[in-house]
Structure formats: structure tokens, C-alpha cells
T-cell receptor
Framework: AQSVTQLDSQVPVFEEAPVELRCNYS??????LFWYVQYPNQGLQLLLK??????LVKGINGFEAEFNKSQTSFHLRKPSVHISDTAEYFC??????????????FGRGTQLTVWP | DADVTQTPRNRITKTGKRIMLECSQT?????MYWYRQDPGLGLRLIYY???????NKGEISDGYSVSRQAQAKFSLSLESAIPNQTALYFC????????????FGPGTRLTVL
């Protein structure tokens, strides 16, 4: 089975500062990795995903993530955040073998709060 | 119009009542999922369905049941609601040909008193 650990439950930062949201996973097989974002009072929206190929993945709104297989990590980064990035961010993993099942395992979430 | 809709968006009910949450999608996806979200716990899978005749339990199915009335509709029922079922519930869909991207509805906030 897969598991996902988001190392920080809350990350406060000032506007225009860089941010990194950390995610580690455990799995005995190859996985697909995802970051979803949840803005206040909304559903989840896909931010980016890693399936294969380049380990640096670019997503929407200037976010990017780097897959590190040796460290089983998939950290999310943005060089300069805006107040509108305030949201909860979820890291998720799915079993590569079971990719046709589409079952996702989510971390507990990281609340990013951007202050002016 | 939203591709994945959920009704109601908010619901308050009493312990012991039966309640149904509905999900509809216009994406034409064959796979549908129900999750619940609790603060600090992320999203946990309740049930999932690959098509109308294929329904499977997720990690926290106790106290819940589902019905896939059509490819586009997937309902979640609480037969006898209890306070610890107070949560935010999300429906999601996925196309079998897609690489695991799920599309989420806006959520239903359920409060059981």
C-alpha cells in the first residue's frame, strides 16, 4: 500500500517570498505523483503531476515540483508567492500498476497562508 | 456549467436520520469516487465505481452505502447518520484512459447534530 506524508501542516510566508511544501511517499512499486490545490470553499484542482520522464514538473500558477526517487520525495515549490496562493495543498500518489484503477492516496494537507 | 456537480452543497441533519448526497457529471467518465475530508486528515476514500455494475469499498466504507444509477450519477447514502460523519464530502470522476487525473466536485458540507 502507498502512504503520503506532508511534513508541514501549516506554512506561513510573506508575499513575494519563495515557498517549498514538502511531500514524501512510501511505495514498493512505481507511482504517479500529484499535487492538488483547494482554495477556500472550493473543490480540489490539479496543480501538477508526475508520470514519467523529466523529474522537474511544471504546473499551473507558477508552481513546480521535483520528483526525487532516491529520497521518495515530491516537493512543491514556487519562487515568489502571491496572496492568491493562500490555499490548502494536497500531495497524492497512485499505484503505477494500479493506474487503471485511478485510486489516489492523499497526504493530510498543508495550509499555505501568504501574508502581505 | 460545472462538469462535476454535487447536491446539496450544505446539509445539517440529526443523528439517526437517513441522508443522501448526490453527484452528477457531464464529463462522460466511467469512474467515480466518493471521499470525505476531515481537518488534518486529508481525503479518505469511501467508495469507488468503475462503471454502473462495478462498485467497490474504499478505506472507510462502514456506515455508508452507494448507488450508481447511471454512468453520470453516483449517490452516497448515510443510512443512520452519526455525529462523527460530520465532514466535507467530495465526489470525483476519472476517465479510464487518463493517467490518474481525477476531477473533483465542489463538495458537500455535512453536519450531523
Amino acid at each position: 500500500a502507498q502512504s503520503v506524508t506532508q511534513l508541514d501542516s501549516q506554512v506561513p510566508v510573506f508575499e513575494e517570498a519563495p515557498v517549498e511544501l514538502r511531500c514524501n511517499y512510501s511505495s514498493s512499486v512505481s507511482v504517479y505523483l500529484f499535487w492538488y490545490v483547494q482554495y477556500p470553499n472550493q473543490g480540489l484542482q490539479l496543480l501538477l503531476k508526475y508520470l514519467s520522464g523529466s523529474t522537474l514538473v511544471k504546473g499551473i500558477n507558477g508552481f513546480e515540483a521535483e520528483f526525487n526517487k532516491s529520497q521518495t520525495s515530491f516537493h512543491l515549490r514556487k519562487p515568489s508567492v502571491h496572496i492568491s496562493d493562500t490555499a490548502e495543498y494536497f500531495c497524492a500518489v497512485s499505484d503505477h500498476r494500479g493506474s487503471t484503477l485511478g485510486r489516489l492516496y492523499f497526504g493530510r494537507g498543508t495550509q499555505l497562508t501568504v501574508w502581505p | 456549467d460545472a462538469d462535476v456537480t454535487q447536491t446539496p452543497r450544505n446539509r445539517i441533519t440529526k443523528t439517526g436520520k437517513r441522508i443522501m448526497l448526490e453527484c452528477s457529471q457531464t464529463k462522460g467518465h466511467d469512474r467515480m469516487y466518493w471521499y470525505r475530508q476531515d481537518p488534518g486528515l486529508g481525503l479518505r476514500l469511501i467508495y469507488y465505481s468503475f462503471d454502473v455494475k462495478d462498485i467497490n469499498k474504499g478505506e472507510i466504507s462502514d456506515g455508508y452505502s452507494v448507488s450508481r444509477q447511471a454512468q453520470a450519477k453516483f449517490s452516497l447514502s448515510l443510512e443512520s447518520a452519526i455525529p462523527n460523519q460530520t465532514a466535507l464530502y467530495f465526489c470525483a470522476t476519472k476517465d479510464r484512459a487518463d493517467t490518474d487525473t481525477q476531477y473533483f466536485g465542489p463538495g458537500t458540507r455535512l453536519t450531523v447534530l
